[in-house]
């Protein structure tokens, strides 16, 4: 584990808040930071979805550590404004930006208008939009008519050396899928014996570079209040990955997480009152083979979050690994 990072939730926040955080958190002693890349939150609770790309250039410019963000290419986003987006944040803080390419989700994309794909469409324009990306990072000029359609783009203002494209994958099959082109790997916390076949499979097809885990935690004084929280904030989190790339509206995963038991929230977030036995835990996932952990605490208070994490669990953590 050589990065204990924080995770700023765009769908939860104001990004003027996150920009307070993310400063605070490197002071506190995170190493690095990633974010979300939404259009709307996840439930109506939480309230908020700024425009990461803009946020990013602030967080970046106000701390000194990398920070990274997963997206999605191909709809809301063109993979040459991407690709744009992307060069132009490497340009102006060279190593210390990457993003992770995934084939997105409903909640994000339905608002285009045009028709939401099954899985393997999705992952198909995804391959596509990934190589325009990186074409274009490479100083090429590129026409494309597939999946995804691009007519003689070139990027006029590039980095001294391209950042790395990570894949997001939360299954094995996409971690294979992925493996040829992706520079690293990031997925989310599910079950040990899950994570071990998703990093496995994607090693095994040649994956290279990082391997990175998103854990949702949520480190209260009171497990009863943690759980409360949870509910409230993260409901959604205890949907099958299938159920939640295919939801269309904040409304309507409040309405298919309603029925959701205390023990399914337990097994999305890992909920604690010591800061030693959530590093245990937190650690038990990295220790099947990621060289990275963003931590993403799922309630209001972040403030307090961070600084007991600075107190309590990245030293914990650090004594572990």
């Not at 996840?42 to 990013?56: A, K, P, T």
């Not at 943690?226 to 269309?248: C, N, Y």
């Amino acid at each position: 584990m050589d990065v204990i990072g924080y995770h700023a939730s765009h769908e939860q926040f104001p990004p003027s808040a996150l920009l307070e955080w993310v400063a605070l958190a490197e002071q506190a002693g995170f190493d690095a930071a990633m974010c979300s890349d939404h259009l709307a939150p996840w439930g109506v609770r939480q309230g908020e979805s700024g425009f990461s790309w803009s946020w990013l250039g602030a967080a970046l410019a106000r701390t000194s550590f990398s920070i990274g963000s997963v997206s999605s290419p191909v709809q809301r986003m063109h993979p040459v404004v991407s690709a744009q987006a992307i060069a132009t944040l490497e340009e102006m803080f060279p190593g210390r930006f990457w993003t992770a390419l995934g084939s997105g989700e409903a909640l994000n994309e339905h608002v285009t208008g045009d028709g939401w794909p099954e899985k393997p469409e999705r992952d198909r324009r995804l391959d596509e939009a990934q190589s325009v990306i990186a074409r274009l990072l490479a100083g090429e000029k590129v026409t494309h008519d597939g999946r995804v359609r691009v007519h003689e783009a070139r990027l006029w203002t590039l980095p001294e050396t391209p950042p790395p494209l990570f894949a997001a994958a939360v299954s094995v099959e996409t971690a294979v899928r992925v493996a040829p082109w992706a520079d690293g790997l990031t997925t989310v916390a599910q079950p040990r014996e899950t994570l071990e076949r998703v990093l496995t499979g994607y090693r095994e097809a040649g994956g290279r570079g990082p391997a990175a885990l998103q854990v949702h935690v949520c480190l209260t004084d009171d497990l009863d209040a943690g759980m409360r929280t949870v509910r409230d904030q993260w409901r959604h989190g205890a949907l099958p990955p299938t159920r939640l790339w295919d939801i269309s509206t904040p409304e309507e995963f409040d309405a298919a997480a309603s029925d959701v038991t205390d023990e399914e929230f337990r097994e999305s977030v890992l909920i604690s009152d010591d800061a030693d036995e959530l590093a245990a835990r937190i650690a038990d996932l990295v220790s099947v083979g990621f060289d990275r952990v963003y931590l993403h605490e799922v309630g209001p208070d972040q403030r307090s979050f961070i600084e007991r994490a600075g107190r309590e669990l990245l030293p914990a953590l650090r004594a572990i690994a």
